[in-house]
T-cell receptor, first 115, second 114 residues
């Protein structure tokens, strides 16, 4: 079955603009998580959505937001972009319900460059 | 807060040889999950192996195995018969039950020398 699909793969924005990234999870997966990867801070958890509700949130400013649709597809939005927002944004999906390891499957990422 | 430490920023191994990547973590939980993910230059994170803390038996997946020492909070990855395709960044990650957020280490860049 198809994996986790992230679009766009690459994008360039300027400071002050906003950006929306999209993530389509594996069919049947109801949980979508977002991570930011930078050389300085490494991999950091942004937030997780499950059944259209934000279930968990990392330590990021309010400029970072997300949502999930009824088909489990998710978007994340970053407003008022700063140079430090330049990063690889990774999306991961999982079944999400009940106990267990709930292994996360990652997409290929969206590389955002802020000029 | 949970922390995951990978003390080896870079490692290298000769093709066909064995290499061990180190990972330690800090938690007050008794039940949790540990993972090793591989990130090749293509950037896609790929699950290599996982371990449930309540299982004493070390996980293995083909050429990949772990040495899980719960008391020492250590979770090392052994790659046997290293292949050129094993070259990548390797991340150790921790997850609590009931939560879907992973805490990652800083990664170890593995180079495989032909």
């Amino acid at each position: 079955k198809a994996g986790v699909t992230q679009t766009p793969r690459y994008l360039i924005k300027t400071r002050g603009q906003q950006v929306t990234l999209s993530c389509s999870p594996i069919s049947g997966h109801r949980s979508v998580s977002w991570y930011q990867q930078t050389p300085g801070q490494g991999l950091q958890f942004l937030f997780e959505y499950f059944s259209e509700t934000q279930r968990n949130k990392g330590n990021f400013p309010g400029r970072f937001s997300g949502r999930q649709f009824s088909n489990s597809r998710s978007e994340m939005n970053v407003s008022t972009l700063e140079l430090g927002d330049s990063a690889l944004y990774l999306c991961a999906s999982s079944l999400g319900g009940g106990p267990g390891a709930n292994v996360l499957t990652f997409g290929a990422g969206s590389r955002l460059t802020v000029l | 807060a949970q922390t995951v430490t990978q003390s080896q920023p870079e490692m290298s191994v000769q093709e066909a040889e064995t290499v061990t990547l180190s990972c330690t973590y800090d938690t007050s939980e008794s039940d949790y999950y540990l993972f090793w993910y591989k990130q090749p230059p293509s950037r896609q994170m790929i699950l290599v192996i996982r371990q449930e803390a309540y299982k004493q038996q070390n996980a293995t997946e083909n050429r990949f195995s772990v040495n899980f020492q719960k008391a020492a909070k250590s979770f090392s990855l052994k790659i046997s018969d290293s292949q050129l395709g094993d070259a990548a960044m390797y991340f150790c990650a921790y997850k609590k039950p009931g939560a879907n957020n992973l805490f990652f280490g800083t990664g170890t860049r593995l180079t495989v020398i032909p």
